[in-house]
C-alpha cells in the first residue's frame, strides 16, 4: 500500500513500517500492547494506514487517568479499531489491596514491583498467550533502562518475537510524525506529562528532564520498569530461522 510520509524523515517511517510489516509476513498472530502514549499512537496509526492484521490491546489496570480513556474512546470513533482491554485479575488485586493499602507501592520497591505484577505484568502474560510476536512503542532514548532496544528481539520470558520499530526514533521524530499526521494524543502530554502511566504513578516533570522520570520517581532511575519490558529478556533476532513461525 502506497502511503504518504512525512517529507523530512520517510525513511525512518518506511523502517518503522517495514518492521510491522515484516513482523506479519514472518508470525501467524501479531499483537500490538498499546499504553496510548505518544509513541504507540505513531505506531497505532502506521498499523491502521497500511491496513495491517495486527491486533490491537491495552491493559486497563484500574488505575489509569481519566484522559487515557478519553484517548482510547477518540481513538476507536477516528480509527474504527478494537481495541481489546484486558483487565487485572480482580481476586488478586483485591487481595494485595486488603494486605497492604490501595497505594502501598509507595512503600517499598518490592510492593510497587508486585502491584505491577498484578495488574499489568499478568495481564500481559495473558493477552500474549497464542500470539507469535507483540509489537511494541519502546525506544532507546526513553530511559537507561531501554538504551540497548533493537528493532527485531526476541522475548525470552513469553517464547515470542518482540517488534520495536520505533527503537531508533527521537522523541522529536515521535512528536513530528503526530503533528505532520494530526495524530490524537493524551492530553496530559501538553501538562507536562511526556510518558503517562497509572494515575498514582506518574507525574508531570520540567521542561528538558528525563521523559520518564516522572514515571515511579520515587525509585532509582536503574529500577523503573513495571515488569512488561524489564531486561534482560531479549536477545536479538538475528535471522529470520530465530523466528518462531
Known amino acids: 500500500m502506497s502511503i504518504a510520509f512525512a517529507s523530512d524523515f520517510p525513511q525512518l517511517e518506511r523502517a518503522a513500517l517495514d518492521a510491522l510489516e515484516r513482523a506479519c509476513e514472518w508470525h501467524s498472530r501479531v ?23 495486527i491486533a490491537t490491546f491495552t491493559l486497563d489496570t484500574g488505575r489509569l487517568p481519566q484522559e487515557t480513556h478519553d484517548l482510547i474512546d477518540t481513538v476507536r470513533r477516528r480509527y474504527a479499531l478494537p481495541i481489546e482491554v ?20 509507595y512503600d517499598g520497591k518490592d510492593l ?44 525470552a520470558l513469553h517464547g515470542l518475537a518482540k517488534i520495536n520499530p520505533l527503537a531508533h526514533w527521537s522523541g522529536d521524530d515521535v512528536w513530528r510524525y503526530l503533528r505532520a499526521h494530526d ?42 520498569e513495571c515488569g512488561l519490558h524489564r531486561r534482560p529478556i531479549a536477545v536479538k533476532v538475528a535471522a529470520r530461522a530465530e523466528v518462531t513461525p
Request: aromatic share 6%.
Open 31 to 53: 499483537v500490538f500492547a498499546s499504553s496510548f502514549g505518544a509513541e504507540d499512537m505513531v505506531v497505532l496509526d502506521l498499523i491502521a494506514l497500511a491496513r495491517l492484521p
Open 86 to 105: 484486558i483487565v487485572p485479575n480482580a481476586a488478586d488485586v483485591e487481595a494485595f489491596v486488603r494486605a497492604h493499602g490501595p497505594n502501598a507501592f
Open 112 to 155: 510497587r514491583v508486585e502491584c505491577c505484577r498484578i495488574r499489568k505484568a499478568a495481564p500481559l502474560a495473558r493477552a500474549l498467550a497464542g500470539a507469535g510476536a507483540w509489537v511494541t512503542g519502546l525506544r532507546r532514548e526513553q530511559s537507561v533502562t531501554r538504551a540497548e532496544v533493537e528493532v527485531d528481539e526476541r522475548d
Open 183 to 224: 495524530v490524537p494524543v493524551n492530553a496530559l502530554h501538553a501538562r507536562g506529562y511526556p510518558s503517562v502511566g497509572c494515575a498514582p504513578c506518574t507525574r508531570a516533570v520540567a521542561p528538558g528532564d528525563d521523559p520518564r522520570s516522572g514515571r515511579w520517581w520515587w525509585e532509582s532511575a536503574e529500577s523503573r
